[in-house]
């Protein structure tokens, strides 16, 4: 199987929100579906303050996405890239697909000149966990939010 990753486009709405609630699914969450649609407007969008989005793509169909963002940071001085979210369809695991699409992240911040790339995931993502520990260092800092 030979995985493509291209920018979102408009006419990727039906396979983006598939994925997308697939994802939400997986995390065991639910969104409204004005907060869906503004999400997708904003992946299109040209404000340097919202997520760029990136499909995988396998036979002409997306199977993967992948949702980053630059920000400043404190600690440096170049801004660095937060990939907020990534899923491959669990049919499409295992092939490459999720290593493209943060290989694909990695590249578009050594293009912008990004410190890092940073993101989380929850404990128990073990199969997730075992490619994120191929392609990247796991940090000892914990999450709290209000």
Excluded at 117 to 135: G, K
Aim: include cysteine; proline fraction near 3%.
């Amino acid at each position: 199987m030979t995985i493509t990753i291209r920018p979102l486009t408009r006419e990727d709405r039906a396979d983006w929100t598939r994925l997308w609630q697939a994802y939400l699914t997986f995390y065991e969450t639910s969104l409204p579906d004005t907060t869906t649609d503004v999400l997708f407007e904003r992946l299109l969008g040209d404000d340097s303050r919202d997520f760029t989005c990136l499909l995988a793509v396998a036979d002409h169909r997306p199977v993967g996405l992948v949702h980053y963002v630059f920000h400043r940071n404190s600690w440096v001085t170049e801004e660095v890239c937060y990939l907020q979210d990534l899923f491959v369809d669990t049919a499409t695991r295992g092939t490459g697909a999720g290593r493209a699409l943060i290989q694909a992240v990695y590249d578009a911040s050594d293009a912008h000149g990004a410190a890092s790339v940073y993101w989380m995931t929850q404990e128990h993502n073990s199969t997730a966990r075992q490619l994120y520990d191929r392609v990247a260092t796991v940090t000892p800092f914990i999450k709290y939010k209000r």
